[in-house]
């Protein structure tokens, strides 16, 4: 399956009763809506497992925990379990969605640059978070993707904060860290967000088992909140 077949499916799945239209926004989870019976949960989230360091599995149950979330708030038919890829994978593009994190130092290889250059030109989506000590060297590894290209500070008017649920303040700080605010920054290309980082967040952290930080629950909600924008944006961009 090719991103195009993809798109075409998301399109076809927003037309379904029950399932929300991109653009919709909403100030309570939805969990009376349900996925329709008959329709495959194909849809997921691929975890990018890259080479040259980092532990690019931290938080193992973030995202399926997200996941969960998407399906009760969103009606959306997707998996119960995230996959893991390498950006070398011949099947990386059944995937549109990619999500990367770690801690440390990495590197891509030339293979997985160029991969990761192609996918995303061709349509997919990355979702990448600073889970501390990741900024400089996704910043110097994203510029070898894109040499041409800048991450730039998203908005907080930007669809991204204003798709399913409306978050006038943007980005939530998850994690002290440093004490900073968190930030967003996006990569664009022809007009379409391709990568979107955040930064002094550690919005993942806030999709984990509530015991594993210790997140009161007013701070899971504010990030499984984002978390739910941030796939229904990029799902509604790829079905475009």
Request: charged letters at 20%; one cysteine or more.
């Amino acid at each position: 399956m090719f991103l195009p077949l993809i798109a075409v499916a998301f399109s076809a799945l927003f037309a379904v009763p029950g399932v929300a239209a991109p653009g919709a926004s909403a100030e309570a989870p939805t969990a009376d809506v349900l996925p329709q019976e008959g329709l495959d949960p194909f849809m997921t989230i691929a975890r990018v497992r890259y080479g040259g360091g980092g532990d690019w599995y931290a938080g193992p149950s973030s995202l399926p925990n997200l996941l969960a979330e998407i399906r009760k708030r969103t009606g959306l038919p997707v998996a119960s379990d995230p996959v893991t890829v390498q950006l070398t994978d011949p099947d990386l593009r059944d995937y549109p969605f990619l999500f990367l994190t770690g801690h440390g130092d990495f590197r891509f290889t030339e293979e997985e640059a160029e991969g990761l250059r192609s996918f995303l030109l061709s349509g997919g989506f990355l979702h990448a978070d600073d889970c501390y000590g990741l900024d400089e060297h996704f910043r110097r590894e994203i510029a070898r993707v894109f040499p041409d290209k800048e991450l730039v500070p998203i908005p907080n008017e930007h669809e991204i904060y204003n798709t399913f649920y409306s978050l006038p303040e943007g980005l939530p700080k998850i994690h002290e860290h440093d004490g900073l605010p968190p930030q967003g920054f996006g990569i664009f290309h022809d007009g379409r967000m391709i990568v979107y980082y955040t930064y002094e967040s550690d919005i993942h952290d806030g999709w984990e088992d509530a015991e594993v930080h210790g997140n009161p629950p007013e701070l899971r909600e504010e990030a499984f909140r984002m978390g739910v924008n941030i796939f229904y944006y990029a799902l509604s961009q790829v079905a475009r």
